[in-house]
């Protein structure tokens, strides 16, 4: 696996980027030799945060986590992935979908031992979309109390996303072809 780590406010040291690889190097087993997986660690305030991404055959495995001790971030980090990949491969498996950067022996793997949380869609929303600006969707979200809200773009006429972001700022997620 090749990490690409890197800092915000904040040195990489050797044992920051030595824990990092050792934790996260736990994670060998699953993955070809040419995974990436890139890791950025930042401070704020007193807010120690590490995230780490894995790009894997047309999906992104992420976790962002936060602790007041970077060290307890790494730990929470990876524990939280490794559930994310037994998540991920049950879908492969049951899809009969190509594996990608996953080694073999990691999808043979039976773990029936291990109950896995399925999926379960409990309810279906239907609703009018009439093309709005992403300020005046913004605008409804806030009426709705929501944190996100999908709504078809007046300048564009694709599906488009508005969420409520840290500091009170809002983001926009937009179909890429």
């Known amino acids: 696996m090749r990490f690409t780590i890197s800092g915000k406010n904040l040195e990489v040291t050797e044992g920051l980027r030595n ?9 060998e087993r699953y993955f070809t030799p040419e995974t990436e997986i890139i890791v950025t660690m930042s401070v704020e305030k007193e807010r120690q945060k590490i995230e780490v991404t894995i790009p894997v055959k047309g999906n992104i495995i992420r976790s962002e986590q936060v602790s ?37 022996e990691f999808l043979e ?23 709005m600006y992403p300020e005046d969707a913004c605008v409804q979200m806030e009426l709705l109390g929501h944190s996100f809200f999908v709504f078809r773009n007046a300048e564009t006429d694709e ?6 972001r840290k500091g009170n700022t809002y983001g926009l997620i937009e179909p890429e072809f």
């Open 19 to 27: 824990a990092v690889t050792e934790k996260l190097g736990k994670l």
């Open 68 to 104: 007041n001790d970077m060290y307890v971030s790494i730990d929470l980090v990876e524990e939280v992935i490794e559930r994310q990949l037994r998540k991920y491969r049950t879908k492969i498996i049951e899809k009969h979908q190509e594996g990608g950067n996953f080694k073999k």
């Open 109 to 131: 793997i039976d773990d029936a031992a291990e109950p896995l949380e399925e999926v379960k869609i409990i309810r279906t929303k239907h609703f009018g979309m009439k093309p």
């Open 159 to 164: 599906v488009n996303v508005v969420y409520k």
